[in-house]
């Protein structure tokens, strides 16, 4: 793949980003969701995420993305982001999504924020591998956690806490 480069994700970036997504929700081995996004639903993020990044391929198309949206709207949970990461189909295993998550955690230090979590199903082993890369660390796992197409999955559960933003 040519060059990766990452930046603040625009308005304009919904329609790739909703494509990217709903290949995520087909693949059934990333999310709970069953039902395809719609362009206006990932505008909606532009108004309440924490920090959305767009990773461009060569070519300036998308070719993945990382969002961290409130963990909770408590006030002492303000810092953590919870975070997914997407990657296009055909650009997997390419670096597309260490560049994201390269960039997140640099928009979420930036931002103050002081840990970053979310939850892999334990047979993403490439998105575990990129977290393990990344610093995460697997802290637990919710067993039985959702039903997917009618059989229950686990989630692992991966942070990374920012030391930087501790003080």
Request: net charge neutral; hydrophobic share 45%; proline share 4%.
């Amino acid at each position: 793949m040519k060059h990766l480069s990452a930046r603040p994700a625009r308005l304009a970036d919904a329609p790739a980003i909703t494509e990217i997504y709903n290949q995520g929700i087909e693949d059934r081995i990333a999310t709970f969701e069953t039902e395809p996004r719609v362009v206006s639903q990932i505008e909606a993020w532009f108004g309440h995420a924490l920090a959305i990044l767009a990773v461009e391929d060569g070519d300036g198309r998308v070719a993945g993305y990382a969002v961290a949206h409130p963990y909770s709207p408590r006030d002492c949970y303000r810092g953590i982001g919870e975070f997914s990461v997407y990657v296009r189909r055909e650009a997997r295993g390419r670096g597309v999504g260490q560049a994201a998550m390269e960039a997140l955690i640099a928009a979420a230090e930036a931002k103050g924020m002081w840990k970053l979590v979310s939850r892999v199903f334990p047979e993403n082993r490439a998105s575990l591998a990129l977290m393990a890369r990344m610093g995460f660390e697997e802290i637990g796992v919710h067993r039985n956690h959702g039903k997917l197409d009618g059989a229950w999955r686990d989630n692992v559960i991966v942070e990374r806490v920012i030391a930087a933003n501790l003080d």
